[in-house]
């Protein structure tokens, strides 16, 4: 038995985080069966994993064809036999779903797992809302339904394992994005934060920027500007929800807006001065 504590800062990159034992199969309860839930149910389903579902939203027909047990109900799903919770909900609604769920029907320790896209916010409800004999891993797969369409290989799965006791469900847990070729890397859930709001809010924020001018292929488009039509895609492809969600819960990337802001003012005021300049040297 170990536990690793939620202040650890260190990032790193590693191959593998198995214990010694084989995997195990895993029963896993999915809380939040949008897009996102459903992308990961199908690669566990397709390993030969457990699922079942609740959300919000009746999914008892899309549950049918996928033959996973659906639960309109969230008693009876948390008193099913699972190994693993699995929160998938949207960034806004985790306090909500999780402070609704009368948890004290946990029949058994579980391993609760989220998968939201900011990590900070995810560490601080679980340790608050959960009995202290539940364990706790944050993730991030920094992938999503169109990026990972054609298989995770090489993709990351960015993780903390904020209170762990029974190593071996983690890692049978982990195991599901290692067997598929991720790229684990393991990094406390602040250091995500902080990476995340310089990198995935910053393209999110552009791609939407881009999106609210309308800019639209032409007929002599730059490669660059490819580039500029296919952030703008990517960002469309994410719920609003998400987006917000990036900002109004992770306190890096509120410093990051401000920065966008200011630097695009700075690149401005540099145009006007040159302007500027070009003008009065034509006038002399
Ligand atoms: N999409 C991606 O590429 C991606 C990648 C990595 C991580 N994630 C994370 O995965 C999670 C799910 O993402 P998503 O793409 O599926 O879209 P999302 O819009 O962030 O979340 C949709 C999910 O949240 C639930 N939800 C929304 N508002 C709710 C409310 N008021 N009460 C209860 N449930 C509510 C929805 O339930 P119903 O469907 O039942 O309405 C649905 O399951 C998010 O936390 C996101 O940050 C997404």
Redesign the pocket.
Known sequence: MSSSSSSSSSSSSSSSSSSSLPPQTLKIGIV??????QFLAKTMIKQGHTTRAT???D?SQLCHQLDVPFFGDVIPFLEADNDVILI??????LS??LNSMPLRRLKRHTLFVD???VKEHPRNVLLQVLPENMDVLCT??M???ESGKNGWKDLPLVYEKVRVRDETRCSSFLHIFESEGCRMVEMSCEEHDKVAARSQFLSHSIGRILAEMGIESTSMNTKSFETLIKLKESAAN??F??FS?LFIHNRFAQLELMNLEQSFEKVKQRLLKKMSEQQSHRSV
């Open positions: 939040g069966f949008g897009t996102f839930g959300s919000r939203t999914y998938c909900t949207s960034i806004l609604s909500k779903v998968v939201l896209s991030h797969p992938f999503g339904p994410d719920s929800d998400l969600g």
